[in-house]
């Protein structure tokens, strides 16, 4: 993709610049973290086992850590890489809990962490062939982001998405005599997908089907938006989470990421959870049947849209 600039009717080509270290990049993105990507900086080149993080995180609204890694150049394996980290976090649970509690003014227990949803986060200015290939799973744990340094102080981020339907445990040789370190993580992590959430249940009812790919269109519509699933639910997203929804056989359960008292509804369709705990983000929440006004619906998620903007 060429990039140019805008003056009038005229454009301007944008050049891109190299980064001169990886500590430039790890530098912008740690304090950049909740603005790219929703997530809570809790330290630098954490040490453990003989290995360091070059970022480490945590993800707040799927109670998970989640690793950085910067790269600059490209003689290394992700897989290798991320399969190591995950499995030294799984294997090394406690020290993670007490590196947050020592840095950060919150306690977690280890029961509150959902450590399926563990992953890692490469970023480099370019990811070769074979590095892409080599995460072309459905259900790998890992997320390659490319970044690029462009004049006038603008940066890029894309991030490689896998295409494929093959499951990466169909690639682990049946030896059980030896210790494998993907089939060890992908027994306890979990990639979740939106086709998973919606149809985990066989007896899924087709209208729910149909009424979601109507809603989701026209969410999508709204703008930016990013499908983030987790392990319950799916989350809409453009600088925060604005929808969530849950599937279930008799609807579809939506919450909106609105606090109390702030959402326009004059039909009062939303309904408040006065407090008590949920899945998803916000206070407010309603189940969609049939019979649904997704028109009135939508006036009410695109208020919420438009508070995370």
Known sequence: MKLYSKSGNKLQSVTKESFKLEKDIQNLIENNLDEIFGLEFVKSEFGIQGFRFDTLCFDNES?????????KGSSYSVIDQGY????????NKSDFI??????KDKYLKRDEIDWS?????????KFTDYQKNSVNFKNVPFELWEITNFDNNHIGLTQISSNSEVDISSTIPLDESKPNVVKQVSDEVKVYSEDYLINKSVNRPDWIIEKY??????IMDLGDVVIKPNGKYLSFRNKRP?????????????????KEGTLNDPNNLMKSF?????????DYHVTIDQNTDLNYLMFLIKQSFDDKL
């Open 274 to 282: 006065n407090g008590k705990g949920h899945w998803g983000n916000g």
């Open 63 to 71: 109670n998970s850590f989640v690793i950085i890694e910067y790269k």
């Open 117 to 125: 949803q563990s992953r890692v986060i490469f970023i480099s200015p």
């Open 242 to 258: 604005f929808v969530d929804i849950v599937f279930y056989n008799s609807g579809i359960y939506t919450i909106l990421n609105m």
């Open 213 to 218: 790919n109507d809603l989701r269109q026209r």
């Open 84 to 91: 190591t980290y995950l499995s030294v976090l799984l294997n």
């Open 98 to 103: 007490l590196e947050f509690n020592e840095l």
